[in-house]
């Protein structure tokens, strides 16, 4: 019987308030949006990295005929001999238990490749020595790629090594700016809906001043007279998260799985349901912690004045 009461008493106040009860609800569904999105930002960037940690290669580009470095001087392809030199230090003591495997192609082979991707205009005027024979290196552990990259540069005979995880910081480095963006955002939506919370409980309290001060006389304890605030601020927040929650599904299962993942080819781990099923308790959970602490903390200055 107590329990009806104190939900009668909170649906009065919802429907009371029903303009603020409805800013509460879009503003805790915008801000816990954002945590969502961030938090499937930084799970994306998770994949991403992970993903081609294992796949990322360090080539070593051998010198071409075209190439024009110091390690180069004399403008011709490398010689038998500084390749296999190369192919000795991967296989010796050093370097070995760093490298997982390694492929060897010659120029000829290289050239073959590009035949397949450059447009016939160019290809009439280059020729397979103008193509760097390459060592493609599979690591272990491609944060140890400086040792590598170390190894090789500025030996004669080769031109550059590259460590192709480098290519994709910027890319890692522009979304981890975009999620502190989304989580700065997020911060102030919660800030905002935390007050309006709080604002909407005081306006309640304030509409029904004359009920809580019978309730009062009559020996009702301030739990008893909190509670039904608390819930109101329970009840805006549930819906709203809700609604977090169906956008948090929709960003993956429309956003991800029908737009992106078919259109941006490099990228093949991506979000998925599971990583939703992650976020969505935790977005529902820290709007109705937020709302009751606010709630609460709001009714309980109000019956002390």
């Known amino acids: 019987m107590r329990l009806g009461l104190i939900l009668s008493e909170a649906f009065t106040g919802l429907r009371r308030n029903a303009s ?16 969502g999105a961030a938090m499937l930002m930084q799970m994306q960037i998770g994949k991403m990295q992970s993903y081609w940690a294992d796949r990322a290669q360090v ?9 024009n470095t110091d390690t180069c ?8 001999e500084q390749i296999d030199t190369v192919r000795a230090t991967l296989d010796g003591e050093a370097l070995a238990p760093l490298i997982r495997d390694y492929t060897f192609q010659t120029s000829d082979e290289v050239f073959a490749d590009a035949q397949q991707q450059l447009p016939e205009e160019i290809l009439g005027v280059v020729t397979a020595d103008q193509f760097n024979a390459t060592f493609n290196i599979n690591l272990v552990d491609q944060r140890q ?9 500025g030996q004669t005979g080769v031109e550059e090594v590259t460590d192709q995880l480098q290519y994709l910081e910027p890319l890692f480095q522009a979304l981890t700016v975009a999620t502190y963006v989304a989580v700065g955002i997020a911060a102030l939506m919660l800030i905002a809906a ?4 709080a604002t ?3 306006l309640s309290a304030f509409a029904r001043r004359r009920e809580l001060g019978i309730m009062r006389l009559v020996g009702a304890s301030n739990r008893f007279i909190q509670t039904p605030f608390v819930v109101e601020g329970v009840i805006a927040a549930l819906v709203g998260s809700a609604l977090a929650s169906v956008a948090v599904w929709a960003i993956v299962g429309v956003g991800v799985n029908q737009y992106l993942r078919d259109r941006i080819g490099f990228i093949t781990s991506w979000v998925d349901v599971g990583d939703v099923a992650i976020v969505i308790p935790v977005i529902v959970v820290l709007g109705v912690v937020l709302a009751a602490l606010s709630a609460s903390f709001a009714i309980r200055r109000w019956l002390r004045t």
């Open 200 to 202: 909407t409980i005081r």
């Open 73 to 80: 001087p004399s403008g011709e392809p490398a010689t038998q």
């Open 59 to 67: 080539a070593v580009f051998m010198c071409a005929s075209s190439s």
């Open 20 to 35: 603020m009860v409805i800013s509460v609800i879009l503003v805790t569904f915008v801000s816990l949006t954002f945590v």
């Open 145 to 153: 790629s400086d040792v590598i990259t170390e190894a090789f540069s």
């Open 194 to 197: 935390v007050l309006l919370i």
